[in-house]
């Protein structure tokens, strides 16, 4: 069965840190890019991030760049998404996606066949 699952989500004050894994079942995760969205209340999903198949190419949205890394395992089926620097604008659902193609080509969330539930990241003090 084709699934994505996010973990790592939680509380945590500005300027702390948080990792986010996607774990994926069902296929090999080597042939695909891969994405992070993210959902604030109210707001339009957003893109985050997005790594290539062999990793050696990443995205990030400007609001992201210079805080976030994605990279990933493809031993392990896993995505990461380490957060630093964390706002109180950061505080969303965050989705992982898997793009049918091993590179990366924006964030249109048409380009992105698979989604994980999401998980909860609040930054709050």
Avoid at 14 to 30: M, N
Avoid at 56 to 80: C, E
Wanted: a negative charge.
């Amino acid at each position: 069965q084709f699934q994505l699952v996010e973990s790592g989500g939680g509380l945590v004050q500005p300027g702390g840190s948080l990792t986010l894994s996607c774990v994926l079942s069902g296929f090999t995760l080597e042939y695909y890019a891969m994405g992070w969205f993210r959902q604030a209340p109210g707001e339009e999903r957003e893109g985050v991030s997005c790594i290539s198949s062999s990793g050696d190419s990443t995205d990030y949205a400007d609001s992201v760049k210079g805080r976030f890394t994605i990279s990933r395992d493809n031993a392990k089926n896993t995505v990461y998404l380490q957060m630093n620097s964390l706002k109180p604008e950061d505080t969303a659902v965050y989705y992982c996606a898997a793009r049918g193609f091993s590179h990366c080509a924006g964030f249109r969330m048409s380009y992105f066949g698979s989604w994980g539930q999401g998980t909860q990241v609040t930054v709050s003090s």
